[in-house]
DNA sequence: CGAGATAGTCGTACAGTGTGCGAGTGACTA
DNA sequence: TAGTCACTCGCACACTGTACGACTATCTCG
C-alpha cells in the first residue's frame, strides 16, 4: 500500500525536544478557529511554535496536507449515537446537530471542505457510524447511503451558509443588532423592486440572529427527515 | 444611499478604447471556469486582456470585489420557473436542476460562496422569483422562507460536495474509470476495519460516475420536496 | 571509545501574490 | 489654448508556499 498522509507516524520517541505533527495540528487548528483560513500562514504558525517556518516541512508534506489533517480533526469531534440508544429518527437529528455545532466551532471549514473529498480515518470512521445509524431505520442497501449523503449535504450546506453570515457579522466588529439593522436597510433598498424579497427580510431580522437560523436549520432537517422516512414506510 | 460595488456604472461613453468592467468580469469568469480559483490572478488576467495589472484597479476595487460581481453573474444563469406554468412541486425540481448545473458549469463556485453571503442584484432577484415559486406552494409567510432556504442549502451543499469529487477526477488528469477504481481500492485499504463503508464505497463505484451523483441529487431533493409537501397539505 | 547513520532544524532564495502610490496620457469641455 | 477628467501603468512593499542544502544533536554499531 503506497504511503498517505494519514499513514505516516512517528516510529518512535523523539530524541531531543522537537516538534511533532500532533503539536502543529493543535497549534494549527487554534489558529484557525481564530483567525481563519487567511490568518494560517506556515510562518506565523511556525513562530508561534518557536521553531523556523520550514521546520514544519519535515512533519508535513504541504500545507495543503496540514489542512487535510485539520478537516479530518474536525470530523472527528462529530458523534454519531448508536441506534439503539435513540432510534434511527432522533439519532439521525442528533447527529445533524452534532455536526452543525462542529462546522460552529471550526468556521474555516466550508472554506475548504469543498475543495477536496474526505478520506481520512476520521472520515471513514464517521462514515462508518453513520451508515450504521441510517443502515437499522429499514432502507435498502443503496437507499442507506443516499439518506445518509443527502442529510450530511443538508446540514453542511444549510450551516456553511450560516457561517457566511454569523463570519460577516463577527467581521464587521459591530453589535448584532446594529448590524441587522443596517442589513435590512441595505437589503430593503438592495431588494427595493423585489416586494417578496423586502418582505422576507423583514421577516428574517424580526427575531434575533440565532434562534433565526437554529429554525431554519431545524425546518429542513425536519423535513428532509420526514421525506426520508416517508421511503422507508412504504 | 452608500455607493456599493453593485451601483456603480460607467455614466459615459468612454473617450478612447479602454477596459471595461464588463470585459474583466466576462474574462475572470473564463478564467475561473478553465483554471479554478488558484488559476485567477490580476496580473495573468490583466495579461490576457492586453493591459497592466494595476489597470483593473481603476475598474474593480478589489479582487474580493471582483470575485463578488462573478459570483452574482452565476445567479444571473439560473432559470426559477414561474409558478402558473409548471405548479409548485415541478417548478421547484426544476429550479434545483438548473441551480445544480449551473454550479456545476462554474465549478469554482463552493470554494467562494460560503465565505460570504450574496447580496448583488441577481441573487436578489433570483430570491425574488424563488419566492414568488415557493409562495404557490401554500406556505405560511415564514414558511416560504424556511422552504426555499432549505432547498436552496440542500441544492448547494450536495452540489459543492459533487463538485469537490469531480474536481478531483479532473485534477488526477487520468480516465473516470481508472480514477474510480482506484478510488474503490484506496478506500477499501482506509476502510478496512469498517465493513458499512467499505460496501458503501462498492456501492457507489458500480455504476458510472454521472449518473451515480444524479440519483443522488434526485433522491435527497425528492425527499426534501416530499417533506416540505407533508407541511403544506396539513 | 570512535565512526557513521539518522532525525530534525533552519537560513536563504525563488517565484509568485494583492494592491497603494504617483506619474503619465489622451480626449473632452470651457 | 488651458484645464480637467477618465483612465493606464510601472514600481515598490509586504507577504505567500516551499525547494535546497548546510547544520547539529542524538542513536547505533563495531
Redesign the pocket.
Known sequence: MRETIWSRQ??AA???E??SREQIVKMAMLVLDEEGVAG?????L?ARLG?????L???V????DLVDLLIDEVWAEIDVPEPELAGWRSGALLFGHSLRSAVLRHPWLPEVMYTRPSVGPHAMALGERGLVLFGAAGFSAREVDLAMGSVMSYVLGTVSAEVATREMVRKSGRSEESWVSELLEQAEAAAGDYPQMRESVRRRTSTDLDSELTANFVFGLDALLDGLEARVKK
Do not use: I
Open positions: 512517528r516510529t523523539p530524541a531531543r522537537t516538534l494560517l500562514s506556515m510562518r506565523k511556525a521553531s523556523g517556518a520550514t521546520s516541512y519535515w512533519h508534506p504541504t500545507k495543503d
